[in-house]
């Protein structure tokens, strides 16, 4: 699998250093330090073989290679763009087809899809940790603990030969993005309405610089990975 993935940022960054007028955008970089890539282009023109289905299917991978594609490009093309960022957001829009918000069940998770429909509700911004250093208390070894989902977690025992299970966090290490939740609603033609039925809508998650970017009201499509989220019941022991 390693080797698939080394193959595939070598192809990919060969075609992007040939073809990188075609989709960086030098105000895109410096305003919002992303590059966006229009599906359709992307999809016709990439020397990836079936490159919609296995997007649709691995997108954690699909969507590493190409940021560690595009990261590396633009690091030779230093003389075409300024790019003096540690790493580049990686955004594909019009991504096809587009799947009806009913239709969003337990088949699509871990799937890359696209959806269409107004936004009824956007939560406030807050933050969501990244990573965080952490100091061995025995032997002050530094530990970096990556967190999933914003998860706070601490190292579970020390790299070094002390194997000690007690840290303390370097708060000023910490990493933190901006993050936001919006709810988008089913679109329903005046035919669709049943009586008493409220349109199915869907809660998404943004971040970085995808905040603050929708109202209540606005009509969006939504493209991203569906994931799972468990559901804590209030109620002991259940």
């Not at 580049?88 to 087809?97: G, N, Q």
């Not at 970085?208 to 009509?219: K, N």
Request: hydrophobic share 35%; net charge neutral.
């Amino acid at each position: 699998e390693d080797d698939t993935k080394v193959s595939i940022v070598k192809t990919l960054l060969l075609y992007f250093l040939d073809h990188h007028g075609t989709y960086y955008d030098q105000q895109e970089l410096e305003e919002y330090k992303r590059i966006t890539f229009d599906f359709d282009t992307l999809n016709a023109d990439i020397p990836v073989g079936d490159f919609q289905k296995v997007l649709g299917n691995e997108p954690n991978i699909v969507l590493s290679c190409l940021g560690l594609a595009t990261h590396v490009s633009l690091l030779l093309l230093s003389n075409v763009y300024q790019y003096p960022y540690a790493k580049v957001t990686i955004r594909i829009s019009d991504y096809k087809p587009i799947i009806a918000i009913k239709d969003v069940k337990a088949n699509y998770v871990n799937n890359f899809i696209s959806i269409r429909g107004n936004i009824v509700r956007t939560s406030t911004i807050r933050p969501l940790l990244i990573s965080c250093q952490f100091q061995c208390i025995r032997c002050t070894n530094i530990v970096t603990v990556k967190f999933k989902d914003g998860e706070y977690a601490t190292p579970k025992r020390c790299e070094s030969p002390c194997k000690s299970r007690t840290f303390k966090p370097l708060y000023k290490t910490a990493i933190a993005i901006d993050y936001q939740t919006i709810r988008v609603q089913q679109i329903v033609s005046t035919d669709e309405i049943d009586v008493g039925h409220i349109p199915r809508s869907i809660d998404c998650e943004v971040y970085a610089d995808l905040v603050d970017t929708v109202i209540p009201g606005d009509v969006v499509s939504v493209t991203g990975m569906v994931q799972a989220k468990s559901i804590m019941s209030k109620v002991p022991g259940q």
